[in-house]
């Protein structure tokens, strides 16, 4: 299947006020589809998703969504963060909304639905990630892992084009990783365009049409997962994955193991 570009860097710096460079010169293009970002703890995978939606603004450079620069001031934010929506490692529910509550509150108060549609496309999105029984429940009464599905369905009540993924499982209990990773199995083989940073190098390899390998704010190296897993061209991408133990042991029942909770 071809594959749209959706994002473009060009030439994008990233300084912090510590005078850090998470993001060196970088220009890359991202495409529609399952892109990966994986690379070393501090080489500024999350600064490169965060720049996508402008939760951090480039220091220079320019970043393009649809050939559009996100960063002009004339550029309509909102209506770009309803469309690439963001999924975090720390889940950032309301604790004191319900579930149901913190799903509908974007829908009402962005999407401006009404109450009702709002309810019923939430119930729709609980139904989605087996968390239906879930809706009255407060966080603090759900795992970890529950409450990161939680949070896919709020983004996708959304109905985004794109979901950024900021290190989905890295809060979670090893327990709970796999259920998440379930859902976002099912959201790659329904065509939802996701670019997610994770260390889950099992999932990367299974379900990314494209991975990204970022060191010290550089791209590194580009390709399938076929390339970069079994062929890496760059010494660099070579180093990081003998660092990495991964069993594919675990990933082929991932890969074959049927939707239900």
Same mark, same amino acid.
């Given at each position: 299947? =071809?594959?749209?570009?959706?994002?473009?860097?060009?030439?994008?710096?990233?300084?912090?006020?510590?005078?850090?460079?998470?993001?060196?010169?970088?220009?890359?293009?991202?495409?529609?589809?399952?892109?990966?970002?994986?690379?070393? !703890?501090?080489?500024?995978?999350?600064?490169?998703?965060?720049?996508?939606?402008?939760?951090?603004?480039?220091?220079?450079? @320019?970043?393009?969504?649809?050939?559009?620069?996100?960063?002009?001031?004339?550029?309509?934010? !909102?209506?770009?963060?309803?469309?690439?929506?963001?999924?975090?490692?720390?889940?950032?529910?309301?604790?004191?909304?319900?579930?149901?509550?913190?799903?509908?509150?974007? @829908?009402?108060?962005?999407?401006?639905?009404?109450?009702?549609?709002?309810?019923?496309? !939430?119930? &729709?999105?609980?139904?989605?990630?087996?968390?239906?029984?879930?809706?009255?429940?407060?966080?603090? &009464?759900?795992?970890?892992?529950?409450?990161?599905?939680?949070?896919?369905?709020?983004?996708?009540?959304?109905?985004?084009?794109?979901?950024?993924?900021?290190?989905?499982?890295?809060?979670?209990?090893?327990?709970?990783?796999?259920?998440?990773?379930?859902?976002?199995?099912?959201?790659?083989?329904?065509? =939802?365009?996701?670019?997610?940073?994770?260390?889950?190098?099992?999932?990367?390899?299974?379900?990314?049409?494209?991975?990204?390998?970022?060191?010290?704010?550089?791209?590194?190296?580009?390709?399938?997962?076929?390339?970069?897993?079994?062929?890496?061209?760059?010494?660099?991408?070579?180093?990081?994955?003998?660092?990495?133990?991964?069993?594919?042991?675990?990933?082929?029942?991932?890969?074959?193991?049927?939707?239900?909770?």
């Amino acid at each position: 299947m =071809m594959k749209n570009k959706l994002f473009e860097l060009k030439n994008v710096t990233k300084v912090f006020k510590n005078s850090i460079i998470a993001i060196d010169d970088l220009s890359i293009e991202i495409n529609s589809g399952v892109t990966v970002i994986i690379g070393p !703890s501090g080489s500024g995978k999350s600064t490169v998703l965060r720049l996508l939606n402008l939760l951090e603004k480039p220091t220079s450079g @320019q970043v393009l969504y649809n050939n559009e620069d996100i960063t002009s001031k004339d550029f309509n934010l !909102s209506n770009h963060r309803m469309k690439v929506t963001m999924v975090f490692q720390n889940f950032n529910l309301f604790p004191h909304l319900t579930v149901l509550e913190n799903l509908n509150i974007a @829908q009402i108060d962005v999407l401006k639905k009404t109450r009702i549609d709002a309810i019923n496309t !939430s119930m &729709q999105y609980l139904d989605r990630v087996g968390l239906t029984d879930k809706a009255y429940s407060y966080p603090n &009464q759900l795992s970890g892992g529950q409450k990161q599905r939680i949070a896919i369905a709020r983004a996708l009540c959304m109905n985004p084009d794109v979901i950024l993924f900021d290190e989905p499982t890295s809060a979670l209990d090893p327990e709970m990783i796999k259920e998440v990773l379930l859902v976002m199995r099912e959201l790659a083989n329904d065509g =939802m365009t996701m670019i997610i940073v994770t260390h889950e190098m099992n999932f990367a390899k299974s379900f990314a049409d494209e991975i990204l390998v970022i060191d010290e704010g550089r791209l590194v190296e580009r390709g399938s997962s076929n390339d970069i897993f079994n062929n890496p061209k760059n010494e660099r991408t070579k180093r990081f994955l003998d660092n990495i133990t991964y069993d594919l042991k675990w990933c082929e029942p991932l890969a074959n193991e049927d939707f239900k909770w």
